[in-house]
């Protein structure tokens, strides 16, 4: 088999991250350089700290990927980049980027949606089988996706509103963990008992779900009781929390699975990092007989191995851009 590789670059928020990745699931190298420290100052990210840090080390980035995948340019097949979604300013410095490389070295421009980023990481743990349901939860998505084959994406339900990421950020923020708080409301909530009694969000039999009734059930109730001068048990606050969003991902997935009639299953995005929901859906995988796939911690997050997993498929089926490929805010994945 002829062996492809891809340097993959992702710039869509506030890592710069380059890997070198060969035949979409083995990652020679995966550098990346995050300014997070510095946008948990303001808690959270500042798109124009974001951008300007992009620009001080994207190359250096691309670089260290290389030396440490042991390739030059000339060994690269083609270059995969994040197009969008994300900040304009973060995914112009990649794109930039990778264009430049691109024209200069005459290698082939894949655009990636950052989604399919977030689902290929998967594929750095084991082949992924079809058909699949994909469970996509990051600080921007929650969504319900089902893949008939590599790059076919049926989007079944996601959010009416916040994002899962988004709804953890701002439960931490009310608790006053410091950004990104995702993980440490994750953390307390492994320490605390479900004793708060909070809403179950969106308990239909629809694939959608609403976080943001339960977000701001966590916030009057923190407020009610700072206002009558009590304490709050910040761990349990944090296990209720954890607990009703647990349990509302994995009975619409569930539900997903059975209907389309699935046996595979992955979980994607930074919010698939949560050892509660890592934890509840191991096991569900073992009582209702499904196969799990999640992603390595390192892979959860923003990265760029992941842009390159999904930019090999991409490569494969033919998918290419031009030099006017434009930054996109938003845009559907298909
Ligand atoms: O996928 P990602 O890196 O960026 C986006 O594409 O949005 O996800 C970041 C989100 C943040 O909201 C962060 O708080 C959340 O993932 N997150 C977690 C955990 N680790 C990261 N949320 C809950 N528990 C975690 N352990
Ligand atoms: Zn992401």
């Known amino acids: 088999m002829k062996r492809t590789y891809i340097l993959a670059i ?11 990745i060969k ?5 020679l190298s995966c550098v990346t350089s995050s ?24 190359t250096l980035v691309i670089e260290e990927a290389l030396n440490k995948a042991n390739m030059k340019m000339e060994d690269i097949d083609a270059i995969a980049v994040t197009y969008g979604p ?46 699949l349901i994909a469970l996509v939860v990051s600080g921007g998505h929650t969504d319900l996706i089902y893949m008939k084959e590599d790059y076919s994406f049926e989007r079944i339900g996601g959010t ?25 409301v994750d953390e307390l909530a492994h320490i605390g008992k479900d004793t708060y009694d909070l809403p179950y969000p969106l308990d239909d039999d629809s694939y959608n779900f609403s976080f943001s009734g339960l977000k701001s059930a966590v916030i009057n109730l923190n407020h009610n009781e700072e206002q009558k001068g009590n304490k709050v048990r910040k761990e349990d606050l944090a296990c209720s929390f954890q607990n009703r969003v647990v349990k509302i991902l994995a009975k619409k997935t569930l539900k997903a699975l059975k209907e389309y009639k699935v046996d595979n299953l992955i979980i994607a995005g930074g919010v698939s990092a949560n050892k509660g929901l890592r934890n509840e859906f191991e096991k569900l995988s073992v009582e209702h007989n499904f196969n799990l796939i999640i ?18 498929y991409a490569y494969q089926l033919g998918r290419r851009a031009n030099l006017d490929l434009n930054a996109k805010a938003t845009d559907k994945l298909n």
């Open 35 to 58: 300014s997070m420290n510095i946008h948990a100052l303001y808690g959270g990210v500042v798109p124009e700290i974001a951008s300007r840090k992009h620009v001080e080390c994207i």
């Open 23 to 27: 035949n979409g699931h083995e990652k």
């Open 86 to 131: 994300g900040l304009i300013g973060s995914l112009l410095v990649g794109l930039e980027a990778a264009k430049t490389l691109s024209f200069v070295y005459n290698k082939p421009l894949i655009p990636v949606h950052h989604i399919a980023g977030h689902i290929y990481a998967n594929n750095l743990e084991k082949a992924m089988e079809f058909p």
């Open 160 to 184: 009416l509103d916040d994002a899962v990421g988004e709804a953890y950020d701002k439960v931490a923020r009310v608790l006053k963990l410091a950004y990104p708080g995702g993980p440490k």
């Open 10 to 20: 992702e710039s869509s928020c506030d890592e710069t991250s380059v890997a070198v």
């Open 295 to 312: 992603p390595k911690f390192e892979f959860c997050t923003d990265n760029g191995a992941m842009i390159g997993a999904a930019g090999y």
